[in-house]
């Protein structure tokens, strides 16, 4: 019988960005980017949900701390990214556009390299109420 179990962490953190293709002319930038491409660059209040899956160990009948979960996020993630400029302060933005996508995908392989590989990892991230990635895909 599998015993699987998902559990969640929730956090959020703040942070500007500037949509922007160096290869593109102005006028496509704005075609694609619109808004998002600012030159003065925008921000969002970001809500990350982090979900860990995996059995229940047998001594604690925790699938991961909650707390320890919590700590690596603060740790290694929100302490990177809040209050950043993700164009001008994240070296792994300084070519690769931070689209919503690519800040779970940069989020994901941080914490990847610190719970357990038994454990199944994905990453949500709200960049508004109504707009979300998840990574990886269902």
């Given at each position: 019988?599998?015993?699987?179990?998902?559990?969640f962490?929730?956090?959020h953190?703040?942070?500007?960005?500037?949509l922007?293709?160096?290869?593109?002319?102005?006028?496509?930038?704005?075609?694609?980017?619109?808004k998002c491409?600012?030159?003065n660059y925008?921000?969002?209040?970001?809500e990350?949900v982090?979900?860990?899956?995996?059995?229940?160990?047998?001594?604690?009948?925790?699938?991961?701390?909650?707390?320890?979960?919590?700590?690596?996020?603060?740790?290694?993630?929100?302490?990177?990214?809040?209050?950043?400029?993700?164009?001008?302060?994240?070296?792994?933005?300084?070519?690769?556009?931070?689209?919503?996508?690519?800040?779970?995908?940069?989020?994901?392989?941080?914490?990847?390299?610190?719970?357990?590989?038994?454990?199944?990892?994905?990453?949500?991230?709200?960049?508004?109420?109504?707009?979300?990635?998840e990574?990886?895909?269902?």
């Amino acid at each position: 019988m599998n015993k699987k179990v998902s559990v969640f962490r929730k956090q959020h953190f703040c942070a500007a960005h500037r949509l922007n293709n160096p290869e593109w002319d102005v006028n496509k930038n704005v075609a694609v980017f619109g808004k998002c491409n600012n030159p003065n660059y925008h921000g969002h209040n970001y809500e990350l949900v982090v979900k860990v899956t995996g059995e229940p160990a047998p001594d604690t009948g925790f699938v991961i701390d909650l707390k320890l979960l919590s700590d690596l996020i603060k740790q290694h993630v929100t302490n990177k990214l809040d209050h950043r400029n993700l164009n001008l302060d994240i070296a792994e933005f300084s070519h690769m556009n931070p689209t919503t996508e690519n800040i779970a995908i940069l989020i994901y392989n941080i914490l990847r390299e610190k719970i357990d590989d038994e454990l199944q990892l994905q990453v949500r991230l709200y960049e508004t109420e109504r707009n979300f990635v998840e990574y990886p895909a269902a």
